[in-house]
């Protein structure tokens, strides 16, 4: 099976511009979740998606948002882009929701985002 | 916060030595995870520990959990120079409405010396 694929891989972008990163589960996952990692503040959860369904949403602004398409592929988007967001955006995938049933996540490499 | 906190930030050992790593959390919790993460790529799962359970092996790794003080440790035996890389815990905490998230925190910079 094909493990998570995240796209692009890289991504430099100027202040003011927004972004949209992509992600591709394993086959048969219908969890997808997203991750903002920065050496400062660690891995950060951004938001979860189940069946098209955001479930969970962690505690950041309303510049970032995401969606979950039939596929169970997942987008997220970051508007208005700060020098703060430079960020690994990391995307995991389960079969069922995180933390139900002892499910464990499996990564994608990540987006390794500059903002400049 | 329900972030998992682990202890200590960085640790450096020589290769054949043990690795402890040591992990706290706030709230009750379904299971907790540990994961590894080689600088800057994604995170790769190592185990799970259920919240009834105490201790769990897989290969080199042994994992003990005491909900009791809310904390679990990662103990990695004959450490190698490939153990190299960030180890996370992830405690699996009640988010409301039935359902359990995932947390991470910083992290444990491993670093075995060959």
């Known amino acids: 099976k094909a493990g998570v694929t995240q796209t692009p891989r890289y991504l430099i972008k100027t202040r003011g511009q927004q972004v949209t990163l992509s992600c591709s589960p394993i086959?048969?996952?219908?969890?997808v979740s997203w991750y903002q990692q920065t050496p400062g503040q660690g891995l950060q959860f951004l938001f979860e998606?189940?069946?098209?369904?955001?479930?969970n949403k962690g505690n950041f602004p309303g510049r970032f948002s995401g969606r979950q398409f039939s596929n169970s592929r997942s987008e997220m988007n970051v508007s208005t882009l700060e020098l703060g967001d430079s960020a690994l955006y990391l995307c995991?995938?389960?079969?069922?929701?995180?933390?139900?049933?002892?499910?464990?996540?499996?990564f994608g490499p990540g987006t390794r985002l500059l903002v400049l | 916060s329900q972030q998992g906190e682990e202890d200590p930030q960085a640790l450096s050992i020589q290769e054949g030595e043990n690795a402890t790593m040591n992990c706290s959390y706030k709230?009750?919790?379904?299971?907790l995870q540990w994961y590894r993460q080689n600088s800057g790529r994604g995170l790769v799962h190592l185990i799970l520990i259920r919240s009834n359970e105490r201790e769990k092996h897989s290969g080199r790794l042994r994992v003990t959990l005491d909900t009791s003080k809310k904390s679990s440790s990662l103990l990695i035996t004959a450490s190698r120079a490939a153990d190299t890389a960030s180890y996370f815990c992830a405690p699996a905490a009640y988010s409301g409405a039935g359902s359990y998230q995932l947390t991470f925190g910083k992290g444990t910079k491993l670093s075995v010396i060959p």
């Open positions: 709230t009750s919790i379904n299971n």
């Open positions: 998606y189940f069946s098209e369904t955001q479930r």
């Open positions: 086959s048969g996952h219908r969890s």
């Open positions: 995991a995938s389960s079969l069922q929701p995180s933390g139900v049933r002892q499910e464990t996540q499996y």
